[in-house]
């Protein structure tokens, strides 16, 4: 099993629509959560942080769920700038970030 | 320079050859990381610096694959007797620390073995 799964897509929406995407993560003790952002052939950004309290960024909104280990991201009012491939990040312990595949979003006009 | 900076961009090779990647990570960030990413695949994790040694490199997938940072702030991957399942973008990221927090990641050096 994959430390890190998330629905590879892609999600096809219209300009406007609320999209979500879910991301699980299988070790407990993992402790930190972060979404990044990936546009085409480009280097991969982070987005934002994940809190257990839940945040928010604007038209982002990010989600933990500790007791079902998963972790999600809400977007409002897509934009055509939103497509992109939104990876799900997880820290655990001292180690390196473990990245997921990846959920592509293309927002259509 | 102002981010972390990777090179060569691309880099076509024939089976069987040695290759050198190299990174020069963000002034000051004393951790820095290696990854690699297949296509449609995220970054998979192979080795991070804290300082000159390396704390972690779980993720050299064989021992064709060694990096060096032996001053602190540049690293080189090296890649020996290439094969054509090596073929991805080698991505380069650097943090302050190790702190679980934000990585900056360069702009990735992509290897065809052919």
């Known amino acids: 099993r994959k430390e890190v799964e998330q629905d590879p897509g892609p999600f096809n929406v219209p300009e406007g629509a609320t999209v979500a995407f879910n991301c699980t993560y299988s070790?407990?003790?993992?402790?930190?959560f972060f979404w990044y952002r990936q546009d085409c052939r480009k280097e991969p950004k982070l987005l934002m942080s994940v809190y257990s309290s839940g945040n928010e960024d604007g038209r982002f909104t990010a989600q933990l769920n500790r007791a079902s280990q998963y972790i999600s991201l809400l977007i409002r009012d897509s934009k055509l700038s939103d497509s992109a491939t939104y990876l799900c990040v997880v820290h655990t312990g001292r180690r390196a970030l473990t990245f997921g595949s990846g959920t592509r979003l293309q927002v259509q006009p | 320079g102002a981010g972390v900076s990777q090179t060569p961009s691309n880099k076509v090779t024939e089976k069987g050859k040695y290759v050198e990647l190299r990174c020069d990570p963000i002034s000051g960030h004393t951790a820095l990381y290696w990854y690699r990413q297949s296509l449609g695949q995220g970054p998979e994790f192979l080795i991070y610096?804290?300082?000159?040694?390396?704390?972690?490199d779980s993720g050299l997938p064989n021992d064709r694959f060694f990096a060096v940072r032996p001053e602190g702030s540049v690293s080189t991957l090296k890649i020996q007797r290439t094969e054509r399942g090596d073929s991805a973008v080698y991505l380069c990221?650097?943090?302050?620390?190790?702190?679980?927090?934000?990585?900056?990641f360069g702009e990735g050096s992509r290897l065809t073995v052919l």
């Open positions: 990221a650097s943090s302050p620390a190790l702190t679980g927090g934000e990585l900056f």
């Open positions: 610096f804290q300082g000159t040694g390396a704390a972690d």
């Open positions: 070790n407990s003790a993992s402790q930190s």
